[in-house]
């Protein structure tokens, strides 16, 4: 599986980045993709979650309103636009591919399935 992430950067305070994450076609085709992020000292969290054919979406409620996901099947790729980020915002940021939740918390099935991060941080 081969994902690539991209977008990520430095902001200020209520500004906006859009993350990109390319993956494989027959990967991307065949399965909803996700958002996590792990910020320093934290465990990895769930974002947001897209279904395969984009029809229904998923976020965290501490990023409900603010942040989008989004796909685009003819490109195999998956976006995460961030607006009015907050310093608690920053993270590394990974793609991952058929996210699934599990209790009250989501996860992938396969190590392979989680692409590498983009740093992401947000200067208050």
């Known amino acids: 599986v081969q994902l690539q992430a991209s977008g990520g950067g430095l902001v200020q305070a209520g500004g906006s980045l859009r993350l990109s994450c390319a993956a494989s076609a027959r990967t991307f085709s065949s399965n909803g993709m996700g958002w996590f992020r792990q910020a320093p000292g934290k465990e990895r969290e769930f974002v947001a979650a897209?279904?395969?054919?984009?029809?229904?979406?998923y976020y965290a409620d501490s990023v409900k309103g603010r942040f989008t996901i989004s796909r685009d099947n003819a490109k195999s790729t998956v976006y995460l636009q961030m607006n009015s980020l907050k310093p608690e915002d920053t993270a590394v940021y990974f793609c991952?591919?058929?996210?699934?939740?599990?209790?009250?918390?989501?996860?992938?099935?396969?190590?392979?399935?989680w692409g590498q991060g983009t740093q992401v941080t947000v200067s208050s």
């Open positions: 897209i279904s395969r054919n984009g029809g229904d979406t």
């Open positions: 991952a591919v058929d996210p699934r939740q599990y209790g009250s918390g989501w996860n992938v099935r396969r190590d392979d399935y």
